[in-house]
């Protein structure tokens, strides 16, 4: 089916044990997890997607409601933010703030089918929701998980970009565009920057009402990408002069920055990138996209931001929060095409072959005690002949065959054959597990 991936099984190994990286880097920060429904109202959804996500909402009728001619009111969840923010809403009496969850869950974009872009993917998202207020430190906190997970990941060197929406509207306001709608407008064109390049951005942005003038300052600012945490702090403070209105952004960002550094970030795994916008309105103060760096052509990795708004729109509560989110479906796809990952030997480690039905029992009870002893096992419950079982295994990528012949089973004992090395040793039944586990080590 186009817009979704398939992996097949040494593949979907692989896959799973990024998301058990992923979920145990989250775990370490002591984020909990939390799930909720594929399917929201859809009011819930809509009341303020922002930018372009709310023309890719995949709206849910029952047969019953189709026949009687009803509107729909479901739709499936485009990303988890907005139903977390309902879900925190909702249950607001009930939770410890600040609220620190992790949720790991399949979304639902109308995407066009084509390579790399998906109508069901993974997303891996933390966020942090405060009561009434949340520290900026909290924004701080987002970078030095983000490189936790792409450190533990092995996927190759990578940079945190970061930028601040509020500093961005100080910087419009500064250049006659003051309108939030007008901004907002500007900011995802902006946002297009480095897939479109200068000239296609500048038409655009002329497009939506800004004067050349100001176009070519805002694209002359936006081009900037700090070298050092002091070149980043030293350009806030450069903004702050030259454009009045963005004074409170820029000391919001120096905040979050030297934060970062105190977090233990590496200074070369991040950097100011005023490039960056993001192109959903729920956004209001830091925003993050992280790449890789040998790898630019694969885009934005993991992303997201401040919205201390968000949930105002499901309660009177003032509910900030700050979050990232990993695309992991979209990342494993380009990840796979670029050759970084691919397939991962088998979860299972023996196979128990049965050549003749008289040898059924024999072989069951082998691979109970190896299961019994923590070792993943299948048996074949049905004799077929020993080559056949082998190129079984070989082809799952299996290790380890135990071979249970009429000659074994008078000798109580077992043929182990390591397929990956083509070596076999007989061993008594009784001795197969430490013998497995010896070779196991060895690795």
Do not use: W
Request: with cysteine; net charge negative; glycine share 8%.
């Amino acid at each position: 089916m186009p817009g979704v991936l398939e992996l097949l099984p040494a593949e979907q190994v692989t896959f799973r044990r990024m998301l058990e990286t992923i979920r145990a880097a989250y775990e370490r920060f002591g984020f909990v997890e939390l799930e909720t429904p594929a399917i929201e109202l859809a009011e819930v959804l809509l009341t303020k997607t922002g930018g372009e996500t709310e023309r890719e909402v995949y709206f849910v009728q029952s047969t019953g409601a189709r026949e009687q001619g009803l509107e729909p009111d479901l739709a499936l969840r485009f990303d988890l933010t907005v139903p977390l923010a309902r879900y925190v809403a909702q249950h607001e009496q009930q939770l410890a703030f600040p609220f620190r969850r992790y949720q790991i869950q399949r979304v639902y974009r109308g995407e066009s089918p084509q390579r790399g872009r998906f109508r069901e993917f993974y997303q891996c998202d933390i966020d942090v929701i405060g009561r009434d207020d949340l520290d900026l430190r909290y924004d701080a906190e987002m970078p030095a998980v983000i490189h936790r997970v792409f450190t533990d990941l092995e996927i190759g060197p990578f940079t945190i970009r970061l930028n601040n929406r509020r500093l961005m509207r100080g910087l419009l306001s500064s250049l006659g565009v003051g309108d939030p709608s007008h901004q907002s407008a500007v900011l995802r064109e902006v946002d297009k920057l480095e897939k479109r390049g200068l000239d296609a951005t500048a038409t655009a942005l002329v497009d939506v009402g800004m004067a050349p003038a100001a176009v070519d300052r805002l694209l002359e600012t936006v081009s900037y990408r700090s070298s050092s945490l002091d070149d980043a702090l030293e350009t806030l403070d450069r903004l702050s002069a030259e454009f009045g209105d963005a004074a409170g952004g820029a000391a919001d960002q120096a905040t979050v920055l030297e934060a970062i550094a105190a977090f233990g970030v590496p200074e070369d795994a991040y950097a100011l990138d005023l490039s960056i916008a993001r192109g959903l309105d729920y956004y209001t103060g830091t925003v993050y996209e992280t790449v890789l760096d040998d790898h630019p052509g694969i885009g934005s990795v993991c992303s997201g931001g401040r919205y201390d708004d968000l949930a105002g729109y499901y309660t009177s509560s003032k509910l900030p929060g700050v979050g990232i989110s990993i695309g992991l479906t979209r990342l494993f796809y380009q990840l796979r095409e670029a050759g970084i990952v691919g397939a991962s030997p088998a979860v299972t480690q023996v196979l128990v072959t049965l050549m003749d039905p008289a040898g059924f029992a024999y072989a069951l009870e082998v691979g109970r005690r190896l299961r019994q002893a923590g070792i993943p096992t299948e048996t074949r419950p049905a004799p077929s002949r020993l080559g056949k079982q082998l190129k079984y295994a070989d082809r799952l990528g299996i290790r380890f065959a135990v071979i249970c012949g009429e000659d074994e089973r008078s000798r109580d004992t077992v043929t182990v054959r390591d397929l990956r090395h083509g070596n076999q040793d007989e061993v008594p039944r009784s001795d197969l597990v430490r013998h497995l586990r010896t070779l196991i080590d060895q690795e």
